[in-house]
């Protein structure tokens, strides 16, 4: 059969349909991602070029800055050696009098106020104080002991003491500059200048200046930021904690870690650091990125780092980036009219066409549909005929399958009813054989006794028979049961076995009402307590834990033994139907199956435990019977 070429003249157009929806569905998502990519390329390079231009505008302030702090600090280098110019203070030193030390101490306090410093004190050579010229005060330093002193040390071997520290006696911090006075070639004592370098702070503070200065330890000693001040810069060792505390140079101050909540290095001695904001300097951030920027401080070995807040660079990164993504957004917005605008000519154009080849094709088609309606015509009666066979076919399975299941469901009744008369039959083969045995020896009384348990046995067999087929019917799974009572007729039962080889029993529940059945109780009891005995039948000294506990309205009966265990293959099949560890014929393995579905069957559970010490847990969970609320009167 040849095909008319004519037919797929018009395909384009409809064709163009799909890819078209696909760009309407792909195009918005993707100039969205485009946006966001070349917004935030755009951001980065402004950030990037900011923090550069930022840091070569914060190298030019941190060495103001640090040269204005090393010249506070060298502005009071010289006054300790100043004092060996003083012939008084020599002569303290070699012959320590009241008058020469009442006149060194007013010597030291019109000095000390001239200068402007916080202290000046003269040491001997074991550190005792001789003269301070805070001796009117009542913190003075007169006669303190200060040889502890790592300032006083470097100075009495002649080299140049230089302390940042916490008074011991007033709690002070302080900058110590200390010198060995010298007389003959010989150091005879210690001169030292106490400076107190709050009043940088205080600049710092009015500059609205974000800097601190730490010392050799990584101590922040100084800080426009009150709450970094006595803060490790670096993490310090639990060697390098205790040393210091027993120093006492920061006195009792536990000198925590100054963790910002971001770092990224930039540069040597450059970083980027997150601190949780200053509420003095900045009141609507939680948290604000500087630029830190470190120098070490001439003579001295401490480092000043300045902190270039970089909120004001961000924003205008920020604000440079959606510019991007909206000049980029608004080109993208008039190629795609101009495109659209495009294809409308072309589908108009198209579309004429296409009108035309479907004129010439309408009649050729209403043939071509009148044969397939024919056609599927016929398929859907074939169709008909063959679901109604199929639904015959499937109505004769079901009724199979339902028969099936009625003889399932009787062979799995009499195996369950087998298992169950199993032990009482059991029991009834002993007790009636006592009671022969008493008779011939004219014993009664106990022979009536025993007729009377045998009695007792078949009422229980009746009742076996009752409840499992109740159980068959899922009629009645409610009830109340005494759990004293359960556990003592379980025991009667398997009275035979405890006879014959001793079982020490240990009961440690409350006699409560649980809601079960008490046919059905004692079926699980007699299951669990029989079990237990047949794993302890090779024990020397066989033992039974009864113990009970209440938890989450439900009762807990544990069964534990002390017995030779579960080996672990065997425990992922314990509840399986027909599953026994037992040898031969003596299980049929429905036992633990039977119990874990009785007590579902009343809201409880059947679980077992596998303690370390060896044996075997079954735990029985229960609900309590709640108790019956009073009728008012």
Known sequence: MKCDSTLYRAAPPSLAVKPRLIRHLFLPPLIIALMI??????????????????????????????????SEISKYTYLPSLLELESSVSQLLADPSPELRQRVNEYLEGLNRRSRSRAIYVMDTTGRVL???????????????LS??????????????????????????????????????????????????????????????????????????????????????????????????????????????????????????????????????????????????TR????????????????????????????VAVAFALVAFLLIAWNERRKVIATRLAAREALQEANNQLERRITERTTDLRASNERLKSQIRERRLAEETLRRAQDELVQAGKLAAIGQMSTSIAHEL???????????????????????????????????????????????????????????????????AALQLLGGRMESAPVQVHREFDDVQVCIDQTR?????????????????????????????????????????????????????????????????QGLGLGLTLSASLAAATGGHLGVEHPASGGTTFVLSLPLVSPTPAEPI
């Open 37 to 70: 990519g070349l917004g935030y390329i755009g951001f980065w390079v402004s950030e990037h070029y900011g923090i550069r231009s930022l840091s070569e505008n914060g190298q030019r302030q941190l060495e103001l800055h640090a040269r204005a702090v090393e």
């Open 131 to 145: 003269a301070t010229s805070n001796w009117r005060d009542v913190d003075s330093y007169l006669g303190e002991d």
């Open 148 to 293: 502890f002193r790592a300032y006083f040390q470097n100075a009495v071997r002649g080299q140049p003491g230089r302390f940042y520290g916490i008074g011991s006696t007033s709690g002070e911090p302080g900058y110590y500059l200390a010198h060995g006075l010298e007389e003959h070639g010989k150091i005879t004592g210690v001169a030292v200048v106490k400076v107190r370098l709050e009043a940088m702070e205080e600049r710092w503070q009015r500059a609205r200046l974000e800097a601190f200065v730490s010392d050799e330890n990584g101590i922040i000693i100084l800080s426009s930021d009150p709450a970094r001040r006595l803060k490790s810069v670096l993490p310090l060792s639990d060697d390098t904690k205790e040393r210091l505390a027993r120093s006492l140079q920061y006195y009792w101050y536990p000198l925590n870690e100054l963790q910002p909540l971001a770092r990224e290095k930039l540069a040597e001695g450059e970083e980027k650091l997150t601190f949780p904001a200053n509420s003095e300097l900045v009141s609507d951030e939680e948290n604000i990125s500087y630029l830190s920027q």
């Open 296 to 323: 070490p401080l001439s003579d001295t070995p401490w480092n000043f780092t300045l902190l270039t807040p970089l909120q004001d660079l961000r924003r205008e990164a920020i604000n440079q980036g959606i510019l």
């Open 422 to 488: 199993n032990q009482p039959l059991a029991a009834l083969r002993t007790l009636s054989g006592n009671t022969v045995r008493f008779l011939e020896r004219g014993q009664l009384d106990v022979a009536s006794t025993n007729l009377k348990t045998i009695n007792e046995l078949i009422d229980r067999m009746g009742r076996i028979t009752a409840s499992l087929r109740s159980f068959a019917r899922r009629g009645d799974d409610k009830g109340q049961a005494c759990l004293g009572k359960a556990v003592d």
């Open 521 to 585: 109780l004692e079926q699980i009891l007699v299951n669990l307590i029989g079990n237990a005995f047949d794993a302890m039948q090779a024990q020397p000294l066989p033992e039974l834990w009864l113990e009970g506990e209440e938890f989450d309205g439900k009762y807990r009966l544990r069964v534990r033994d002390n017995g030779h265990g579960i080996d672990a293959e065997a425990r992922k099949h314990l509840f399986e139907p027909f599953f026994t560890t037992k040898p031969g014929e």
